[in-house]
């Protein structure tokens, strides 16, 4: 079984793009929605409470879990990898959705960063937007991880603050939109046409049409769910065996309140609206 953790509900758009293609493994999702938002936490609290998390999706049988969360990912994912997992879950698996983003942006693998500076050489003086939360963009990660493999990239970021509150809490269309036009205006004056906008939130693919429609025409637009589903099916095809295959069951769990996560959840697809109480 496959365990998914997100702060929130954002996580669902990579849950949405997993079953789509991967439909007969076993998902299950736990929305840390009585602890979100994660972007105002310290470090310390965000690495305790994506632990927490893991844990009770591993103490449940996932034996693979996914940071849908790109703060969680960005904070506390090597920390979980290199410290926590080994001498709690030693045969287990912790994978967060920040690489396979900076992978396809930059087309330069894990595996090829060696000889990215002569992979990547003419990507040299593009520059590309980067929208994340404030914590995310706070912790360097996407810059790190551009640098590793594109070091002529520009990568300039605009912290979005209050728009996953305004998705959570059921903002509605227009104060969404509002808030999007006013971030991708602040950003287009750092630059006038970006070569690539990445979406740096998992929310955020859930409102992308607002920023399409403000960004120059034809801006590529990296958003995560498709890429971080190809991503662990290829990983998955390199580790057999780390995860059954099941009968395609999906449960939805939350520590916060399941009544009041179900009601505010009408911006998420159908079929994913039906959360019930934490482990």
């Known amino acids: 079984m496959i365990g998914v ?3 929130g509900s954002g996580g669902i758009t990579i849950l949405q ?6 439909p007969d493994q076993d998902f299950l999702y736990l929305g840390d929605h009585a602890n979100a ?3 105002h936490r310290s470090n310390q609290q965000i690495v305790d409470l994506t632990i927490k998390g893991v844990d ?4 449940a049988g996932c034996t693979l879990v996914i940071l849908a969360c790109n703060t969680a990912a960005a904070v506390a994912l090597r920390h979980i990898q290199q410290t926590w997992l080994p001498h709690t879950y030693p045969n287990n698996r912790v994978l967060g959705v920040l690489v396979p983003m900076v992978e396809a942006v930059t087309g330069v693998p894990w595996h090829h960063i060696p ?5 990547t050489a003419k990507q040299t003086g593009k520059s590309i937007l980067l929208f994340a939360t404030r914590k995310t963009i706070e912790s360097r990660a996407y810059h790190d991880e551009v640098e590793k493999r ?6 300039l970021d605009k912290p979005c603050p209050g728009l996953v509150d305004a998705i959570e809490g059921g903002a509605g269309a227009s104060p969404i939109a509002g808030l999007i036009a006013g971030y991708v205006a602040e950003a287009l004056t750092m630059c006038e046409r970006p070569d690539a906008v990445i979406l740096g939130c998992t929310h955020f693919p859930l409102a992308a049409q607002h920023f399409i429609t ?3 025409e034809n801006t590529p637009v990296f958003s995560q769910p498709d890429i971080v589903a190809q991503s662990l099916k290829d990983y998955l095809e390199r580790h057999k065996g780390l995860v059954i295959k099941g009968d395609g069951d999906m ?12 009601r505010l959840s009408a911006f998420l697809p159908d079929g994913f609206r039906n959360f019930k109480g934490a482990i």
Do not use: C, K, Q
């Not at 793009?17 to 991967?22: D, F, I, K, P, T």
């Not at 009770?56 to 103490?59: G, K, Q, S, Y």
């Not at 000889?115 to 992979?119: G, I, L, S």
């Open 37 to 39: 938002p994660y972007g």
């Open 150 to 155: 594109a070091p002529g990239i520009s990568l």
């Open 251 to 262: 449960t939805l769990l939350t520590t916060g309140d399941p009544a009041s996560v179900n």
């Open 56 to 59: 009770r999706l591993m103490a």
């Open 115 to 119: 000889h990215a500076a002569e992979d």
């Open 5 to 7: 953790f997100d702060s």
């Open 214 to 216: 403000n960004l120059p």
């Open 17 to 22: 793009a997993l079953r789509s293609s991967m």
